[in-house]
Nanobody, 123 residues
Framework: QVQVVESGGGSVQAGGSLKLSCGAS???????????MGWFRQAPGKEREEVAT???????SYADSVKGRFTIAKDNAKSTLFLQMNSLKPEDTAMYYC??????????????WGQGTQVTVSS
């Protein structure tokens, strides 16, 4: 079973930045080369929402609420997924998760959920 580990969360003031990372015990170069990867978040009392995705060819997609502030990236050689978060707002406060999507598509369901990393933004 794949064990996904997210890291990099923390507490920052509004306007600050954080960089999240994600890796997994069975993720290899091929995983990132051929699969869609994504970042999601869930705030207390709210449903989980998709934040950003990056397809096998590097095509990225962002939720409207984070466009221009967040950047998703991946390092195939290190089998690591990143989320650079700038100009953070209190409404970005949530547990952040990474997950693996479909083979050469971001249109199918995501899986391999980790425990998440908490991001807290104070005003």
């Amino acid at each position: 079973q794949v064990q996904v580990v997210e890291s990099g969360g923390g507490s920052v003031q509004a306007g600050g930045s954080l960089k999240l990372s994600c890796g997994a015990s069975r993720y290899t170069f091929n995983t990132f080369s051929y699969y869609c990867m994504g970042w999601f978040r869930q705030a207390p009392g709210k449903e989980r929402e998709e934040v950003a995705t990056i397809d096998s060819d590097g095509t990225t997609s962002y939720a409207d609420s984070v466009k221009g502030r967040f950047t998703i990236a991946k390092d195939n050689a290190k089998s690591t997924l990143f989320l650079q978060m700038n100009s953070l707002k209190p409404e970005d406060t949530a547990m952040y998760y990474c997950a693996r999507g479909g083979y050469n598509t971001c249109s199918s369901s995501f899986g391999d959920w980790g425990q998440g990393t908490q991001v807290t933004v104070s005003s």
